[in-house]
């Protein structure tokens, strides 16, 4: 799917690109927060770009959200995220995780780490 990039809205200077590994930060900051406790610290792949928008965190709090944050739909597998979860392995979740909430995964397993030439 090398150069897709499911772009809903426009997402200039991004990070990350559809197919990218990539992991979810670990933090617990006060206030409003986007991400699940339960998906923090797990390793996914970007399934999509969805664009820039105004970022919610700031915004529950009446400021204008700006700059505008980078959105991803990431794919997770189940068993990855639910160690005890009993269905099909190729079974996953995804989620809407903003950008500054990512960082690029740590490479899993020789040859599957993909380059995407940035």
Not at 47 to 75: H, S
Not at 105 to 116: I, Q
Request: proline residues 8%; negative net charge.
């Amino acid at each position: 799917m090398t150069g897709a990039t499911s772009t809903y809205r426009p997402a200039p200077n991004r990070k990350f690109d559809v197919g990218d590994s990539v992991t979810v930060q670990i933090g617990y900051p006060a206030g409003h927060c986007r991400v699940p406790y339960y998906i923090r610290g797990k390793s996914g792949e970007i399934e999509r770009i969805c664009g820039a928008f105004p970022d919610p965190e700031t915004r529950a709090y009446g400021e204008d959200g700006l700059p505008e944050r980078i959105l991803y739909r990431v794919r997770f597998s189940q068993t990855h995220v639910w160690p005890t979860y009993a269905g099909p392995q190729y079974d996953t979740i995804e989620l809407e995780i903003y950008e500054h909430w990512l960082n690029q995964a740590e490479e899993r397993a020789e040859g599957s780490e993909k380059s995407n030439g940035k």
